[in-house]
């Protein structure tokens, strides 16, 4: 696009929100913390730990996550439960079972969030999460982003998107945007197959777009991006070329 004019990825409905919501974020966490955090990388130097798709897996996240948002563990339960339909492998075909036999896509819940009458609060992970690092982590950031918004009465009602935007205001939008969108294919001896997953609230484009612009409202190295996966990556891009360009900004502190 030699002499094209620069795009973002989103249309000017969720551009606006997405600014909306930032401006929002700034006043309720202070700019000059927002400008502190740091974007969390899939590395050792954040998560010393060897994950062994083990219970004790979410466990340590719960902790490390609630480190990292400044939350007190002591106030949350962790528990697990089986949301996912029953799978079947044999002869590399993966086949997800249809209980309704409709044949329509199977829906379930990855993570969930909710108070005790003793006021404590709880966070559920679906078991099968514990099977993908990078998933387990974005569902953790998810819940625990509940906690930052419900329990410190930030908001009066659940708002999921605006949920998701937190996770990348507490800079988990790498494992947010990489976890949207999955594509796993196999082959056996005699057949092959694949399978997508979408999770999540808010879609690629709106994620790489927030955040992009709080790169941009940092204005920090992003040698980070390296981790986003491919389509991800060229989306980030795409936007932070756009926030360089246009003139079209809302104005922070």
């Known amino acids: 696009m030699l002499f094209g004019k620069v795009k973002s990825t989103v249309t000017p409905e969720d551009k606006e929100w997405i600014e909306d919501a930032f401006l929002w974020f700034e006043n309720v966490y202070g700019a000059k913390f927002l400008k502190s955090i740091q974007i969390i990388e899939p590395t050792q130097d954040f998560f010393n730990y060897t994950f062994t798709q083990s219970e004790d897996d979410a466990h340590y ?26 799978e079947f492998e044999q002869e590399g075909i993966y086949t997800t079972s249809n209980p309704d036999d409709t044949g329509k896509k199977n829906h379930w819940a990855l993570g969930e969030f909710s108070q005790k009458e003793n006021g404590k609060f709880q966070i559920g992970i679906e ?9 387990l982590i974005s569902t953790m950031a998810h819940e625990l982003s509940h906690f930052k918004l419900l329990a410190d009465n930030r908001i009066d009602g659940n708002d999921e998107e605006l949920t998701d935007l937190n996770c990348i205001i507490f800079g988990f939008g790498i494992f ?12 056996g001896a005699s057949f092959g197959g694949w399978e997508t997953k979408r999770s999540g609230y808010i879609p690629e484009q709106v994620a790489t777009y927030a955040m992009a612009l709080l790169q941009n409202y940092q204005q920090g190295d992003d040698s980070w991006s390296k981790y986003l996966n491919n389509s991800v990556k060229k989306m980030y891009d795409k936007n932070i070329r756009y926030l360089r360009k246009t003139k079209d900004q809302i104005k922070f502190k």
């Not at 947010?176 to 082959?187: E, Y």
Request: proline content about 4%; overall charge negative.
């Open 61 to 86: 996240l719960m902790g490390r996550i609630c480190e990292i948002m400044h939350i007190d563990q002591r106030l949350i339960e962790l528990y697990f439960f089986n949301d996912a339909p029953m």
């Open 127 to 135: 078991l099968k999460e514990l099977q993908n690092p990078e998933s």
């Open 176 to 187: 947010l945007s990489n976890s949207i969108f999955s594509f796993q294919q196999w082959q």
